[in-house]
């Protein structure tokens, strides 16, 4: 598998070869546009090649697989509550696939309040408030509506993300 690298908020990254350890760091602004994954492939001057991803992304996206239910709100009144299992988290949201694989309708910009438990070693359970922001046939991506993660365990969690 291919090793991932973030790009930076100047559109760099830092390239960092397995074998030797060295760094390097690229303007790689031509690719942010790109419609696809980039791969890249890397020459150390140690000799070693090597191949990484460039994710675009501004922050780590934890894989999961954490139980919970959403409740669907429009105006402030709840509109449909339902299973749903939490495939990854980040920082600023997380995506979610509703139980059965159906999107209820859900569309870009709606609020839905989700409560799952994360599975750190004290169970903690999460109540967070999100708001829709890609709609696929099995997935909801999200958008937490507070910033502020370290507010609970959620921090800590992806702190130690591993």
Same mark, same amino acid.
Not at 8 to 35: E, G, L, M, Y
Not at 36 to 57: D, F, I, N, P, Q
Not at 61 to 78: C, E, F, I, M, S
Not at 129 to 147: A, H, I, L, N
């Given at each position: 598998?291919?090793?991932? /690298?973030?790009?930076?908020? #100047? ?7 397995? +074998? ?17 994954? /980039? ?15 460039? @994710? =675009? ?28 299992? /939490?495939?990854?988290?980040? =920082?600023?949201?997380?995506? $979610? ?8 309708? &859900?569309?870009?910009? @709606?609020?839905?309040? /989700?409560?799952?438990?994360? #599975?750190? =070693?004290?169970?903690? +359970? $999460? ?10 046939? +099995? &997935?909801?991506?999200? @958008?937490?509506?507070? #910033?502020?993660?370290? @507010?609970?365990? $959620? ?8």
């Amino acid at each position: 598998m291919n090793e991932k /690298v973030y790009i930076n908020k #100047d559109d760099s990254a830092t390239f960092v070869c397995p +074998q030797c350890q060295r760094s390097k760091t690229v303007d790689v602004s031509h690719v942010i546009k790109a419609d696809r994954s /980039v791969k890249v492939k890397c020459r150390c001057t140690c000799g070693h090649a090597y191949a990484v991803m460039l @994710e =675009r992304r501004r922050h780590y996206r934890k894989p999961a697989n954490l139980p919970g239910v959403y409740t669907h709100l429009a105006d402030g009144k709840q509109v449909d509550r339902g299973p749903m299992n /939490v495939v990854d988290l980040s =920082r600023n949201g997380l995506k $979610l696939q509703p139980v059965f694989g159906t999107q209820r309708g &859900f569309q870009v910009g @709606e609020k839905l309040l /989700v409560e799952f438990q994360l #599975d750190d =070693r004290t169970k903690s +359970q $999460l109540k967070k408030e999100v708001v829709v922001r890609t709609v696929t046939p +099995q &997935f909801v991506g999200t @958008e937490f509506v507070s #910033d502020n993660y370290y @507010e609970n365990a $959620l921090g800590f969690y992806l702190l130690n993300a591993s």
